[in-house]
Nanobody
Framework: QLQFVESGGGLVQTGGSLRLSCVAS????????IGWFRQIPGKDHEGVSY????????????????IYADFVKGRFTISRDNAKNTFYLEMNRLTAEDAATYYC?????????????WGQGTQVAVGS
């Protein structure tokens, strides 16, 4: 039922910015958080940032809570628009190391591991 459609990727110069969008459908009360992941060619998916959409089952984490990987902290911002069922990843001061295909997915509320299958993703390329 749950689906995500990513967009907003493209080619940007070093130091530039992009805003990725993720439109979600099929949400249910079983979805507590979503995450942005990236896949560099030849490597596994890795978490970039996460945001809670509902309070966690144990009540320890409230809706709107965010988490960032160290390699994007201070440069990227994750946000949500509940009315539009859309999530965003604002990417600033991009470097070649940020180049990857980016995906969004529902995640386990405790372990932040992705649930379901990957969508098409959106590619980010960074040139000099």
């Amino acid at each position: 039922q749950l689906q995500f459609v990513e967009s907003g990727g493209g080619l940007v110069q070093t130091g530039g910015s992009l805003r990725l969008s993720c439109v979600a459908s099929g949400f249910s009360l079983d979805v507590y958080a979503i995450g942005w992941f990236r896949q560099i060619p030849g490597k596994d998916h890795e978490g970039v940032s996460y945001i809670s959409v509902r309070d966690s089952p144990d009540g320890a984490t409230h809706a709107g809570h965010t988490i960032y990987a160290d390699f994007v902290k201070g440069r990227f911002t994750i946000s949500r628009d509940n009315a539009k069922n859309t999530f965003y990843l604002e990417m600033n001061r991009l470097t070649a190391e940020d180049a990857a295909t980016y995906y969004c997915a529902a995640v386990d509320p405790e372990w932040l591991t992705p649930l379901g299958s990957w969508g098409q993703g959106t590619q980010v390329a960074v040139g000099s």
